[in-house]
Each structure stands twice: as structure tokens, then as C-alpha cells.
């Protein structure tokens, strides 16, 4: 029972443009979110997260969105950049819980 | 200077063999994790620690089992190993439980034949 779902398992945009990878949630406890990015043969590494009792954070060309209604979140990266080709995590958990759960990742090709 | 390490990157063993895997964190985080990412891309949670206490025990093989010698090191020993094991492991280490990212080593790419 997957509780976080990154639906799109890849995504190709130009260089220059908007890239939009999407996750969304089952578990209504999950008030903390993160986002990772991960590179062949490398570990995940943290890029960003949000709290519940926001809806947007912004960092650099990083934006995440949280939809709590819809359970969805977002990550926007503006411009998107070749460097920035790698899979990307979404990850839940929640205060108190030593979990942290993972989706499957989407792979991001940005084309140069 | 890494701030979580694995060893060993790579391993490629036979089937039935019993090995290990080392992990440590010099962040002086509470948490420790290992996850297995297998063959389709899944990051799975299998274990986690807290100060040397196992809090986190999903359903794992009993061939699975961690150790925390102490809170900056977490060690994987898997017994009679299975081509199904054949995965890559990463592990993790976090500041307490709530509310901070985890930090992820490098991975080791686990290969059974």
C-alpha cells in the first residue's frame, strides 16, 4: 500500500523552462514533506520540504506547493537546468514519527 | 569529510553467503535508518534506530539484521543470502524524529549470483 505516490515516473523538459513533478498522499498524517534528488550511483540527497501549516517554500529555483485538501504537493523548478537531470524523491512523515516514507521518484531529463 | 558513509560501495557474493554492510554518520544525529531500493526504483524503509534502540522494524527477513554498536554506526548482516536480496542499500541518519530530512549515504549495490 504504497501511501506516497509520484505517478509520472519520468519527465523531459527544455532547458530554460518550467519543470512540474507532481506526488501526492494517502495517509492524512503526514504533515512534514520533503523533496530529494538523487544521481546514478549516489544516495538521495535533501532539496527541500514543507510544513503542513504552509502551502508554499521557496528556495533558489526550488518551489514546493502543498495542497492539503487534495493531498497533493509540487515541486516547481524555474529555470530548469541540465544539471538538474536526476530522479526526484517525494517523501511524508509526520511530528512524532520516526518514519519518513518514500514514492518511487521521477526521473527529470532536462534537454539541453 | 562524509557525513554518512557505507561500506562497501559494491558487492557481489553467492548465494547462500552471509555479509555485511557498515554504516556511519559523523552528523551526531540520534537516527539511523536502512532502506533497500530494488529493482523498481522503490526506496523502502526496513529498519531504524534510535540512540541504539530499534524502533523501526518492517517486515524483513529474519536473515536481515541490523546492529548499532553505538549511535554513530548502524551495521546490516544479512545471512544465507537470495538472488531476491540482490538490491542497493542505503543508509540514513537523521537529527531526532520529527520535523528534519534525513541524510543518505552512498549506497551499496548489493549483487547476489
Known amino acids: 500500500d504504497q501511501q506516497v505516490k509520484q505517478n509520472s515516473p519520468s519527465l523531459s523538459v527544455q532547458e530554460g523552462r518550467i519543470s512540474i513533478l507532481n506526488c501526492d498522499y494517502t495517509n492524512s498524517m503526514f504533515d512534514y514533506f520533503l523533496w530529494y534528488k538523487k544521481y546514478p550511483a549516489e544516495g538521495p540527497t535533501f532539496l527541500i520540504s514543507i510544513s503542513s501549516i504552509k502551502d508554499k517554500n521557496e528556495d533558489g529555483r526550488f518551489t514546493v506547493f502543498l495542497n492539503k485538501s487534495a493531498k497533493h504537493l509540487s515541486l516547481h523548478i524555474v529555470p530548469s537546468q541540465p544539471g538538474d537531470s536526476a530522479v526526484y524523491f517525494c517523501?511524508?512523515?509526520?511530528?512524532?514519527?520516526?518514519?519518513?516514507?518514500f514514492g518511487k521518484g521521477t526521473k527529470l531529463s532536462v534537454i539541453p | 569529510d562524509t557525513a554518512v558513509s557505507q561500506t562497501p560501495k559494491y558487492l557481489v557474493t553467492q548465494m547462500g553467503n552471509d555479509k555485511s554492510i557498515k554504516c556511519e554518520q559523523n552528523l551526531g544525529h540520534d537516527t539511523m535508518y536502512w532502506y533497500k531500493q530494488d529493482s523498481k526504483k522503490f526506496l523502502k524503509i526496513m529498519f531504524s534506530?534510535?540512540?541504539?534502540?530499534?524502533?523501526i522494524n518492517e517486515t524483513v527477513p529474519n536473515r536481515f539484521s541490523p546492529k548499532s554498536p553505538d549511535k554513530a554506526h548502524l551495521n546490516l548482516h544479512i545471512n544465507s543470502l537470495e538472488l531476491g536480496d540482490s538490491a542497493v542499500y542505503f543508509c540514513?541518519?537523521?537529527?531526532?524524529?520529527?520535523?528534519?530530512?534525513?541524510?543518505f549515504g552512498q549506497g551499496t549495490r548489493l549483487t547476489v549470483v
Open positions: 534506530y534510535n540512540n541504539k534502540e530499534l524502533i
Open positions: 517523501a511524508a512523515t509526520w511530528a512524532g514519527s520516526y518514519q519518513l516514507t
Open positions: 540514513a541518519s537523521r537529527a531526532g524524529g520529527r520535523g528534519t530530512e534525513a541524510f
